[in-house]
Nanobody, 121 residues
Framework: QVQLVESGGGSVQSGGSLRLSCTAS????????MAWFRQAPGKEREEVAA???????TYADSVKGRFTISQNGAKNTLHLQMNSLKPEETAIYYC???????????????WGQGTQVTVSS
């Protein structure tokens, strides 16, 4: 049974930093993708950053240069370093993971419970 558990959320002032972590258990895919999503009140969920099993990363345009997605050496913990945070980035941040098939591509089948990030002005 795959479990994803996020931690590291909290409250920070505008311009501050937070580091989110997501610990995965029971995840045994050799070709996989993992990502951070966020959902603000009244808004659709959006993908913030993703990393593939080959180490390639992608970022939403709005966070490029400020956020960094990474994994630990054992590849069972996903991190999101968030710098220069803005009030509009207040949201629940979710960790997601799944297999990455040639077709149809990345399948985010597993989700964490989410962690709240609040950025005050």
């Amino acid at each position: 049974q795959v479990q994803l558990v996020e931690s590291g959320g909290g409250s920070v002032q505008s311009g501050g930093s937070l580091r989110l972590s997501c610990t995965a258990s029971g995840f045994t895919y050799s070709t996989y993708c993992m990502a951070w999503f966020r959902q603000a009140p009244g808004k659709e969920r959006e993908e913030v950053a993703a990393i593939d099993s080959d180490g390639s990363t992608t970022y939403a345009d709005s966070v490029k240069g400020r956020f960094t997605i990474s994994q630990n050496g054992a590849k069972n913990t996903l991190h999101l370093q968030m710098n220069s945070l803005k009030p509009e980035e207040t949201a629940i941040y979710y960790c997601a993971a799944g297999p990455h098939y040639f077709s149809p591509g990345c399948q985010y089948n597993y989700w964490g419970q989410g962690t709240q990030v609040t950025v005050s002005s």
